[in-house]
């Protein structure tokens, strides 16, 4: 996949993150959950654009992380929400699958980064 497809992937992702927190219950819980959602999960695509802007392979490494930690938590989000009842699995179940694999990829990004690291000696 293409730093640009990537990028697009995860705005793509923050829209729908966007439009399932619409949707949530107007409860007091509810809008915890929707503005914990809606941070984290617009977080992964702008994330994802620093990344994009690292200066160094360090910077890089970080900033993977970040994104990592931010679809990992939206993901954690998503199960609240099926868990709750707040809305239907079928209705979550598409968006947890996207987080589950964004956060993959960030995993296995930095994964080949350190050990790159570990072949060339690149500090990170």
Sequence with gaps: MTESELKQRTKTFARCVLKLIEALPASRSGNIIANQLGRSGTSVGANYRAVCRAH?????????GIVEEEADESAFWLELVVEERMLPSQKVQLLRNEADALTAIMVSSRKTLAARKQNSKIKT
């Design 56 to 64: 160094s392979a360090a910077d890089f490494y970080s900033k993977l």
